[in-house]
Structures are given as structure tokens and as C-alpha cells.
Nanobody
């Protein structure tokens, strides 16, 4: 089982940038599909960026062109670089991982069994 711990959240003004991180503890990190989800109060948890085991990155339309997902296999850290942040990006951000995500289902939260506890991002206008 993989353990995940997020960090790097904070408060920024609209147009600012943040990079959040997810440290993993796993002997099989290289076989995991990795993802960033976010959840605002009163809303469903939604995927914003996914990184497949082959290195393919996919993004939600709402963050495409502004967010970049990446990983460092050597130190088992997943990153989310967030640029040009907007108030609607305000949410708790969670990283997630699973070794058996079905093709075409990487944006479904039910596919992921391992979750971090989240890091909060607040964007003010």
C-alpha cells in the first residue's frame, strides 16, 4: 500500500502561482497511475490532472494551459505547478494513486484507492 502526503498549499492573489507536492512511500511507485483532485465546499471532488504510468499527462479543461503535473521517480514526489490561479481554483487539493486504473477511467475518483489528506489552496481576487 502506498502512503501519500501533500504539501505546499497556501493563499495567493489571482494571477499568482503555487507548486504543491505529494510525497509517496511505496516500493512499487513506478507502477502507479498518479492524479491530483480538488474539492471545494459543497462540490464534488474532481480530477484536475492525471499522470499515467507511461508518462502521459491529461488535464481537466478548467486548468488546461495553466497547470502542469509531473513526477520525480528518484524521490517519489508528484508535483502540480499551478500558474495564473483564479478564485475558482480555491479548494482542497488531494493527490491519489492506484496501480490498476482502467484505461479511459483515469478521471474517475472511484478508480483510486490511495489518497493523501489534502493541502488547501486559497485564491483571492
Amino acid at each position: 500500500q502506498v502512503q501519500l502526503v501533500e504539501s505546499g498549499g497556501g493563499s495567493v492573489q489571482a494571477g499568482g502561482s503555487l507548486r504543491i507536492s505529494c510525497q509517496a512511500t511505496s516500493y512499487r511507485y513506478h507502477v502507479y497511475t498518479l492524479a491530483w483532485f480538488r474539492q471545494a465546499p459543497g462540490k464534488e471532488r474532481e480530477a484536475v490532472a492525471v499522470l499515467d504510468t507511461d508518462g502521459t499527462a491529461k488535464y481537466a479543461d478548467s486548468v488546461k494551459g495553466r497547470f502542469t503535473i509531473s513526477k520525480d521517480l528518484a524521490v517519489k514526489i508528484l508535483y502540480l505547478q499551478m500558474n495564473n490561479l483564479q478564485p475558482e481554483d480555491t479548494a482542497m487539493y488531494y493527490c491519489a494513486a492506484d496501480s490498476s486504473v482502467m484505461p479511459g477511467e483515469m478521471f474517475n475518483r472511484g478508480e483510486y484507492r490511495a489518497w493523501g489528506k489534502g493541502t488547501r489552496v486559497t485564491v483571492s481576487s
